[in-house]
């Protein structure tokens, strides 16, 4: 999890930055054009000659704003695709071939698609009920293990009197691992 919440905060510096390349170019436009429209005199916000007030020019207004802000969420997605195939393109870079690679870019595209927002800091579906749900089965795995160390193993060694363990003989050779034989 903690690599990939690194990958995630790489990519959302990324989505940012373009996004503020965007709005700096957007707002570099707005100058000359509100010049053009007459919405600007000098350095002073005006009322144009041309601007009635009439229902017309608002709804005029409200089209033209409505088409500014979707250009402006589509370069923001198209933004955050270039960011995440970039940091893909990182993680495969990073990685050998194999499950370890894959697993990480699948995660990550999953991260990353379009209704995520881009300032979440956990990865999607990493929660306190998903971390519970995993120390619970470390911990079962856990108890398991060390019941089967109880059954099969003699701490006391072989030749001692309590023997755990009564439905297997060892043998034991130095410098090699004990053998269990049923």
């Given at each position: 999890?903690?690599?990939?919440?690194?990958?995630?905060?790489?990519?959302?510096?990324?989505v940012?930055?373009?996004?503020?390349?965007?709005?700096?170019?957007?707002?570099?436009?707005?100058l000359?054009l509100?010049?053009?429209?007459g919405?600007?005199?000098?350095?002073?916000?005006?009322?144009?000659?041309?601007?009635?007030?009439?229902a017309?020019?608002?709804?005029?207004?409200?089209?033209?704003?409505?088409?500014?802000t979707?250009?402006?969420?589509?370069?923001?997605?198209r933004?955050?695709?270039?960011?995440?195939?970039?940091?893909?393109?990182?993680?495969?870079?990073?990685?050998?071939?194999g499950?370890?690679?894959?697993?990480?870019?699948?995660?990550?595209?999953?991260?990353?698609?379009?209704?995520?927002?881009?300032?979440?800091?956990?990865?999607?579906?990493?929660?306190?009920?998903?971390?519970?749900?995993?120390?619970?089965?470390?911990?079962?795995?856990?108890?398991?293990?060390?019941?089967?160390?109880?059954?099969f193993?003699?701490?006391?060694?072989?030749?001692?009197?309590?023997?755990?363990?009564?439905?297997?003989?060892?043998?034991?050779?130095?410098?090699?691992?004990?053998?269990?034989?049923?």
């Amino acid at each position: 999890m903690p690599r990939l919440s690194a990958w995630k905060a790489h990519w959302r510096k990324l989505v940012l930055g373009g996004d503020a390349v965007i709005l700096a170019g957007l707002l570099l436009l707005a100058l000359p054009l509100s010049s053009l429209l007459g919405f600007r005199d000098g350095g002073q916000f005006t009322k144009p000659g041309w601007w009635q007030g009439s229902a017309g020019d608002i709804a005029s207004m409200l089209i033209a704003l409505g088409v500014l802000t979707g250009a402006y969420a589509w370069l923001h997605f198209r933004v955050r695709e270039l960011a995440a195939g970039h940091v893909k393109n990182r993680i495969e870079k990073h990685y050998a071939p194999g499950p370890d690679r894959e697993c990480m870019g699948q995660a990550f595209s999953v991260n990353t698609r379009a209704w995520h927002s881009i300032f979440g800091t956990r990865p999607v579906g990493w929660s306190s009920r998903t971390r519970k749900r995993l120390q619970q089965s470390i911990a079962q795995a856990n108890e398991y293990v060390q019941t089967l160390n109880d059954t099969f193993t003699d701490p006391s060694g072989p030749g001692s009197s309590q023997h755990p363990a009564t439905c297997c003989r060892r043998t034991h050779q130095p410098g090699r691992a004990t053998r269990i034989h049923p």
